[in-house]
Structure formats: structure tokens, C-alpha cells
């Protein structure tokens, strides 16, 4: 074990027909997919896509951190 930590950082979208909360649940939950030792993520924007007057999509940026591998 490693006396130190270092981490990663990737952008992704995440989007979701019913809340910006789903949004971010679903890009965590494919993200960890494909990622070992997520740790924290950051909302960097939060936006949407609007069809017919209403709300279509919710989208949030989001930074996921992640621990290095033996670090």
C-alpha cells in the first residue's frame, strides 16, 4: 500500500428524461462501468434540451475522479 494518492480526473455527460439527479446517477453508474475507484465526482454545468415547451433531457457536465490504480 502506498503511502500517497493519485487521481484522475474525466469529463462526461450524463442526461436523463426526469431529473438532473437521474442524469448524474446514470453517467456515474456507466462510468463505473469502465472505472476502478471512483471517488468523487464535480457538476460542472447543468443543461438541458427543451422539445415542445417542455423539458426533453436534463444534461450535467461532470468531472469523475478516480484513484490510480496502486496509488
Partial sequence: MSDHH???KVEVVGSSTKSIEE???NAIAE??????????FEVQETRGHVTDGKVGH???VL???FRIEGS
Avoid: P, T
Fill in 6 to 8: 493519485v487521481y484522475k
Fill in 23 to 25: 442524469a448524474i446517477e
Fill in 31 to 40: 462510468c463505473s462501468k469502465n472505472l476502478r475507484n471512483i471517488e468523487w
Fill in 58 to 60: 436534463y444534461q450535467v
Fill in 63 to 65: 468531472k469523475i475522479g
